[in-house]
């Protein structure tokens, strides 16, 4: 069914009987995540033939990628609530998907980028972008592609 | 190894103007460094840079291919580019025809766009690449959501230039650049096109894409980023190694881009051949008759009947002309100088093509071969490959009429101009990295001030490419107390204009350089063609370096100021006497010419005006012409540093002795005094000593010049020396000879050149001394011309005993005039000396003040089109004086506060019209900014003291009409112990004196030792006086001479018996600081100029 977007707006945001939150709990925002991941309707951003590889949500947080000497690589980085308990959340590096080159603003100190960033599919099937700053050779999570 | 016969086919040079960073020989030299055989150079929208790639890569081994990145727009689609390139000599020429068809086309000259369907036309000999990812047409189609289009363009692109189309593709590392390309090679599949690998290269290395940054921001009138900014450094010159580690996954891109590079590279070949240009021929005639029955004819004219040597001589040239295919090229140049003929344009030749009797029969040149011992073979010779050079020098206000003119006739063969290719000197680069780094106006000013203009001074290099290249810069005493010493703070502006010097900024044009087409290449199949900022007139995209490499000879048109003072001197003396004075047909040899040259008070004089021409005026004692021929090639940087000056001189006056090594060497020196000046004399010495034929001397002379390596040297030398000793000459003599020409070589003057100079001078200085104030009403007139202000010239004029009238504006001429005054002779101040008045507002002034005299200031501002600013320059420059209530100077005050209460007249509609912009002013030296106007209009309007006025004066039209600026100051100057200019000249060797005057020129001339050496050029009242200044006082003061106008000079005097008077200065100060109280000098602001180190300032000025 199509629907224009004028229509979709004139569609009322809250039925009438739906208290807010949505979805209050974890549980049922596990259930709404569950039912989203096995949907067949929905692709992954990065898969898309016409996607623009821009990342889904955009952060730039230091983070610390783990290099073991059988090759295998793990991002490690403090999140969640539990960054203020000092948890660390471990996951392994599956594949690198793309890398590229970023160096821009280079004539303002504040806004200066000169980075090498790597997209990589982890373990439990996130897509992160990864960069290695220059010349400092500090690794931030710059976002997740989905 | 990996890469192999990968060839980069996608490379922008510095010819990419606003966009490229690296010179061709950079990348021709870099290319080999990583092991490529090939490489491409595909400029945007041009070939610029294309001979000197190919010089470069053939001294480093490197194949080159020709091509160009065509930027294609379509009515609806984005755009992009399109690379061609070369895979011959059709192919080129394709090339060629595309660009200037759309370049000429194009409705903005600065952004061409070139429609499809013309690139279509011309698919011949042409190999396609579709352009970048995502800037190249095609994949910017593809990858914008026209698929479609994109199609359509890939099979009309097919079709044009079948299996000769590649998809290109790129990664430029980007995020999501592997994305693009797959989709670009995915639309190559589905069309069954190969693809190409390149790398689209910008610049050399990946630190360099900061200067390709403000480059492409500051060409678009930007701070960074600019338009299309690209976050990435990967543009540049990539090892073939690098290349393929990028398209490992695509190893056909590679092979394709190693195949196209094999077809392509040398394919083309610019050198071997001369196109000499056709000339318009009645029917059955040919250029060769037509040639032979001209020279006849002037020979005719000129020496009565061809015979004996004249003959002989004639038929020696007009055969080597025919041989080498000239004769077109002759009749073209003497239409151009018989079109000005006809038109009333003076004309004369210049340069080593007075060497040649021909030319001088037809016209083209003034200086008679055998009495000037001229010599053919240094002009041309069969042995010669690359084309004469024939220089016309005219009007400079006329010029344009006579080259239009000869352009109209040949249009048929195509006819333009030649392009210059300019570089960025070190202030340059400043303002272009400042601007685009965010400055404004005002701040790009004040960092750019001071910062030396040139990249290259006289001798002093400030490399561009080392990292010193600023430290040489800020030590110079010009940048004392200047904002980019903060070093820290202005590291990135230091860092970019440092690397950008020297780079090239833009095309410029040789408005006199002509080229031509021929019958068998119309002149867009030689070379792009493309217009000008000058309406109707095109120029090719070569310069003359260029030029001379692919074979086509340039016919130079050049616009000489003196030419026009010289005209209109012959007009104005004609007009008083009432009887024809031609400045060009003077008597020859006049004894009071020679003895005004001998006084050394030369100003005004062509080519010998100059403060060392003046000195050397003094102790040559010039008595005739072939001493004037002498005197002009004497002052060169060569023979200066040399030291044949004082040698020379010495003998001439007899106080030295001189002997030849060899009794022939006597007739071949004796007019010199045994001194080498000219390079003629090269060719006489290597045909008397060795026997060589006038043409191998020429070759000897020539291969000499070039800096040949060591081996070719040595080769030569053997040659000539055995060659000597076959024919007696002593060996140890014949080795002598030949290293004695070999260090002259490099620095000789022609004697045709000198001869035809020393006509001009000759006449110039006839008319100086006859008719001074009509000569002196010239040179004013034809401004900016010469050594000297218009300021240093009138006073000039009122030493030499000429009356200044003041300026009146129902009497004052557009310009000077030489008027009767009741103290004989005088000059009179023209109104365009009016700073701000405009062309349109001057003929205003001229028209209405015919119909009847203006009655007041209002009247004049109500009937004509002078603007508020304008009328208060013409009030404080004194030309309404007449119009004040007391009649005279004194109520200019009254004047001003009239002209302050006017209405402003609303703005013409089109302030970009030539018409509405002011006059360039031109006494454009000098400035005063220090009048305060308001205190001119205070209640009671006092009548003005003298010094006011003449500070008004001086504001209005940088000139001293009442009196020398520093005449005020007599008394002031006499108490800080300052000696007249003219009595230190008298003073004996090793007294101390104190010098002042006004800023002329510094100079820092080659000399002898290498060492630094700085001429200051000052005037006082009692005229112009040259001070010598040494590296440590230039060091210690020189600031004061960047900053200020006038000085106090303190020095001592040396008189040496052999080169005469100088004034070693030991300490300068700012002039107004000393005489304190006493008032401040209305000094000329001090600016950088090419000719000088610094002068004067000359710069023109706008209506406010």
């Known amino acids: ?146 | 190894m990996t890469g192999q016969g990968f060839a980069h086919l996608h490379v922008r040079s510095g010819f990419s103007y606003g966009f490229g960073v690296a010179a061709p020989a950079e990348l021709a030299t870099a290319a080999a460094e990583l092991g490529m055989e090939a490489l491409a150079l595909t400029d945007r929208d041009g070939l610029y840079g294309i001979p000197r790639f190919f010089e470069a890569a053939a001294g480093v081994g490197v194949s080159p291919v020709v091509g160009a990145e065509i930027s294609v727009a379509e009515p609806g689609n984005p755009g992009g580019h399109l690379v061609l390139l070369a895979d011959g000599m059709a192919g080129y020429r394709s090339l060629c025809r595309i660009i200037t068809r759309y370049r000429c086309g194009s409705e903005d000259r600065r952004s061409p766009l070139c429609p499809l369907p013309v690139l279509l036309e011309h698919p011949e000999g042409l190999v396609c690449l579709t352009g970048a990812v995502q800037f190249g047409y095609v994949p910017r189609l593809a990858l914008s959501g026209r698929e479609g289009t994109a199609d359509r363009a890939l099979r009309e692109l097919r079709e044009a230039f079948g299996r000769d189309l590649y998809v290109e593709l790129t990664d430029d590392r980007t995020a999501g650049s592997r994305r693009r390309m797959g989709r670009v090679a995915e639309l190559a599949r589905r069309h069954g096109l190969p693809v190409l690998a390149t790398n689209e290269v910008a610049y050399l290395r990946p630190e360099e894409h900061k200067l390709h940054d403000v480059l492409v921001a500051a060409s678009n009138l930007r701070a960074l980023p600019g338009p299309g900014y690209r976050t990435t450094d990967q543009l540049y010159l990539k090892s073939p190694e690098q290349v393929e580690r990028l398209f490992r996954d695509r190893p056909e891109a590679m092979s394709n881009a190693a195949e196209v590079a094999e077809r392509c590279a040398g394919a083309v070949d610019l050198t071997g051949e001369v196109h000499v240009p056709s000339v318009r021929l009645r029917g059955g005639e040919t250029a060769r008759g037509k040639l032979a029955r001209l020279a006849l004819r002037g020979a005719r004219a000129r020496y009565g009947h061809v015979e004996g040597r004249v003959r002989a001589r004639l038929l020696r040239e007009l055969g080597c002309i025919e041989e080498l295919g000239f004769a077109p090229y002759f009749l073209i140049a003497r239409e151009a100088a018989e079109i000005a003929r006809e038109k009333g344009v003076p004309v004369t030749g210049r340069g080593s093509a007075a060497n040649s009797l021909v030319s001088y029969c037809l016209g083209l040149t003034r200086p008679e071969p055998f009495s000037n011992r001229l010599l053919f073979e240094r002009f041309m010779h069969e042995f010669r490959s690359d084309a004469p050079d024939i220089d016309l020098d005219l009007c400079s206000v006329r010029r344009d009429e006579v080259r239009d003119e000869l352009a109209r006739r040949y249009e048929g063969y195509g006819v333009a101009v030649a392009a210059t290719a300019q570089t960025m000197s070190l202030r340059g680069a400043v303002r272009i990295a400042a601007r685009a780094l965010g400055h404004t106006p005002s701040e790009i000013d004040d960092l750019s001030r001071h910062v030396p203009t040139r990249f290259r001074d006289r001798g002093r290099t400030y490399n561009p490419l080392s990292s010193g290249a600023w430290e040489e810069a800020l030590a110079e005493p010009a940048m004392r107390g200047h904002l980019l010493q903060d070093t820290e703070e202005h590291a990135l502006l230091l860092e970019i204009s440092g690397r950008l010097a020297g780079r090239h900024l833009q095309a410029g044009t040789h408005n006199g350089g002509l080229v031509f087409g021929n019958e068998s290449h119309h002149l867009s199949e030689l070379a792009p063609v493309e217009p000008t900022a000058m309406p109707g007139l095109l120029r090719v995209q070569y310069d003359k370096d260029d030029l001379e490499y692919v074979g086509m000879p340039k016919l130079d048109l050049l616009g000489l100021r003196m030419h026009t003072a010289l005209y209109e001197a012959g007009v104005l003396a004609s007009r008083r006497l009432g009887r024809k004075v031609d400045p060009y047909d003077p008597p020859p040899e006049d004894r009071e010419t020679y003895a005004l040259i001998r006084t050394g008070n030369n100003a005004g004089m062509f080519q010998l005006e100059s403060p060392g021409q003046m000195h050397l005026s003094r102790r040559l004692e010039p008595r005739r012409f072939s001493d004037l021929v002498a005197q002009i090639s004497l002052f060169r940087p060569g023979p200066v540093r040399g030291d044949l000056v004082t040698p020379y001189v010495l003998r001439r006056q007899g106080r030295e002795q001189y002997s030849v090594p060899l009794p022939e060497l006597g007739p071949v020196l004796r007019s010199t005094y045994g001194v080498l000046i000219f390079q003629e004399q090269v060719l006489e010495i290597a045909c008397v000593v060795a026997g060589f034929s006038l043409a191998e001397g020429d070759q000897i002379r020539r291969a000499m010049t070039r800096e040949r390596g060591p081996g070719a040297m040595k080769a030569l030398r053997e040659e000539f020396v055995s060659r000597a000793v076959a024919r007696g000459v002593p060996r140890g003599v014949a080795r002598e000879v030949f290293s004695w020409t070999e260090g002259f070589a490099a620095y000789g003057f022609s004697a045709a050149h000198a001869a035809s100079f020393a006509e001009l001078a000759y006449a110039s200085a006839y008319m100086r001394t006859h008719f001074p104030a009509e000569y002196l009403a010239a040179v004013l007139n034809s401004q900016p011309m010469g050594f000297y202000s218009p300021r240093a010239i009138l006073n000039e004029a009122r030493r030499i005993g000429l009356s200044i009238l003041p300026p009146d504006v129902h009497l004052s001429g557009e310009g000077f005039t030489a008027e009767d005054s009741e103290a004989g002779a005088a000059l009179r101040v023209g109104l365009k000396y009016a700073r701000g008045l405009s062309r349109k507002a001057l003929s205003s002034i001229l028209a209405e003040r015919s119909k009847a005299p203006f009655s007041s200031t209002l009247d004049l501002y109500g009937r004509t089109e002078v603007g508020r600013g304008a009328l208060e320059n013409l009030v404080k420059g004194g030309f309404l004086d007449a119009l004040s209530p007391t009649r005279d100077a004194g109520g200019r005050a009254a004047l001003l506060a009239e002209v302050s209460i006017l209405p402003k007249k609303p703005r013409a509609p089109s302030r970009r019209s030539q018409d509405e912009l002011p006059l360039p002013h031109p006494a454009r030296r000098t400035r005063n900014r220090r009048v305060d106007v308001v205190e001119l209009r205070g209640p009671g309007f006092l009548r003005l003291s003298a010094e006011r006025r003449e500070t008004m004066e001086w504001e209005s039209l940088s000139l001293n009409v009442f009196r020398h600026p520093l005449s005020a100051y007599r008394g002031a100057l006499r108490g800080l112990g300052v000696t007249p200019s003219r009595e230190i000249l008298e003073l004996p060797h090793g007294t101390r004196a104190r010098a002042a005057g006004l800023l002329e020129s510094l100079q820092r001339p080659p000399t002898k030792s290498g060492r630094p050496v700085y001429f200051l050029l000052i005037e006082d009242e009692a005229g112009l006086f040259q001070a010598t200044i040494f590296e440590g006082v230039y060091r210690r003061d020189g600031h004061v001479l960047h900053q200020r106008g006038a000085f106090l000079l303190d020095g001592k005097v040396e008189q040496d018996e052999r080169r005469g008077f100088s004034f070693l200065v030991e300490r300068v100060r700012d002039l107004s600081e000393g005489l304190e109280t006493a008032g401040r000098v209305p000094e000329p602001r001090a600016t950088p100029s090419s000719g000088a180190f610094l002068r004067a300032k000359r710069r023109g000025r706008r209506a406010g």
């Open chain 1, 1 to 146: 069914m199509l629907a224009t977007v004028s229509e979709i707006h004139c569609y009322p945001v809250r039925p009438p009987g739906f208290e807010e939150p949505l979805f209050p709990t974890a549980e049922s925002r596990r259930t709404i995540a569950e039912h989203l991941a096995s949907a067949p309707w929905l692709s992954r951003g990065s898969g898309l033939p016409g996607g623009n590889g821009r990342t889904a949500r955009r952060c730039e947080e230091p983070a610390h990628v783990l290099r073991r000497n059988d090759g295998r690589a793990y991002l490690v980085r403090r999140c969640g609530k539990e960054c203020r308990k000092g948890h660390l959340r471990k996951r392994r590096v599956v594949r690198v998907l793309e890398r590229w080159r970023e160096v821009g603003s280079w004539w303002d100190a504040q806004q200066s980028v000169d980075r090498l960033v790597f997209r990589v599919l982890l373990a439990g099937g996130a897509v992160v972008d990864l960069a290695l700053e220059r010349p400092s050779g500090e690794w931030l999570l710059m976002g997740v592609v989905d």
